[in-house]
């Protein structure tokens, strides 16, 4: 199968631009929500006494602890599940913030990840917010069709809406339509020029079994492999990656999540992938270029190859590239971003 040669990567940086949340975000709402007064001393605190403000982190402490009985397990689960409640609130909420950047990125940048002829192009997130569905009616792949329509409403999404997931077997199919071995797999549509993937599941996702169908906090790998259709999400991405001299656009993305950070790797030794990022370029460069011990000794990361294989940098917000001043000209940031993926 032939593979657009630009692929593009976000995370949460990127949905802030039009309105979404940090992980500071996340651990606020967390933090304010009332039903933390429900929780035992010992799961309140671990979220009240957080030093570094990571609601991942916070939560897989208290999913870890064999001091935080079973309810307060739960609860803290659906803390963070309420936390992406406000964030689907605040993404549609009107008037829609940043009209003009979301306009121009799609215009200009998407157009360059679309692909051409046979070519299949994909657009990869680690967000689970509802921005692309809400905006401009994107429909994760791998979804029955009829279910990612129910996701691409522009009012809150409730409980009620939350779509199941496909099976084991229904994947299996899936990934046979793909090689070309089964003719048809029912609500489901065949890859095309562009294809979006939701790495770490969605806001809206029940999981095959009914449980919640987000992945969340420091055992992602683990709890990926426990669903089937983001497995297959996982095991897509890496086969994309991994075609020689290929061009990943990171968007937002902090490169804080090892699975993902262990394929981008691989792309980059193996199969001369380079990369074009966008965001904060001195914190992305610390978190993938070097460790520092208590003694403050500095150790060279494995993944500052992921650094080293940049051809493009941009120290800035989407929404300064593709500014909201002018819907027609582009800015000399816009034009450069866009001559590195000619």
């Known amino acids: 199968m032939e593979y657009s040669k630009n692929i593009l990567l976000t995370g949460a ?58 309810e307060d397990k739960i609860l803290a689960r659906e803390l963070v599940v309420d936390a992406y409640k406000a964030l689907d609130k605040e993404l549609k909420r009107g008037p829609t913030k940043a009209n003009g950047t979301y306009s121009k990125f799609g215009r200009t940048l998407i157009q360059r990840i679309i692909g051409r002829g046979t070519q299949k192009g994909f657009f990869f997130t680690t967000n689970q917010d509802l921005l692309q569905e809400s905006r401009s009616g994107m429909k994760a792949y791998g979804i029955p069709i009829s279910d990612a329509e129910k996701l691409n409403k522009k009012q809150i999404l409730e409980r009620k809406d939350f779509i199941q997931l496909p099976n084991l077997k ?18 489901y549509r065949d890859l095309n020029d562009l294809n ?32 089937p259709l983001l497995a297959f999400y996982l095991r897509l991405f890496r086969e994309v990656l991994c075609k020689d001299g290929a061009t990943l656009i990171v968007i937002g993305y902090s490169f804080r999540d090892k699975h993902i950070n262990d394929v981008i790797l691989e792309a980059v030794k193996n199969h001369d992938l380079h990369l074009v990022i966008v965001g904060n370029i001195q914190k992305i460069k610390n978190q993938l270029c070097y460790s520092q011990d208590d003694a403050g000794v500095k150790k060279e990361l494995e993944t500052k190859a992921i650094w080293d294989a ?33």
């Open 170 to 187: 229904d994947i299996e199919k899936l990934k046979a339509r793909i090689q070309g071995t089964e003719r048809h797999v029912g609500d």
């Open 196 to 227: 979006y993937i939701k790495l770490h599941g969605s806001y809206g996702w029940l999981s095959a079994d009914g449980s919640d169908g987000m992945i969340f906090g420091k055992n992602k790998p683990r709890d990926l492999e426990k669903e």
């Open 310 to 342: 940049r051809v493009g940098q941009f120290d800035k917000k989407l929404i300064d590239i593709f500014d909201d001043t002018n819907d027609t000209n582009l800015n000399t940031s816009a034009e450069d971003l866009l001559k590195k993926l000619s």
């Open 13 to 70: 940086g990127y949905t802030a631009n039009f309105g979404g949340f940090v992980a500071s975000d996340m651990y606020e709402k967390i933090f304010n929500n009332s039903r933390i007064n429900s929780l035992s001393d010992t799961a309140g605190g671990i979220i009240r006494n957080s030093d570094d403000l990571d609601y991942e982190g916070i939560y897989s402490e208290i999913d870890a602890s064999s001091s935080v009985n079973p």
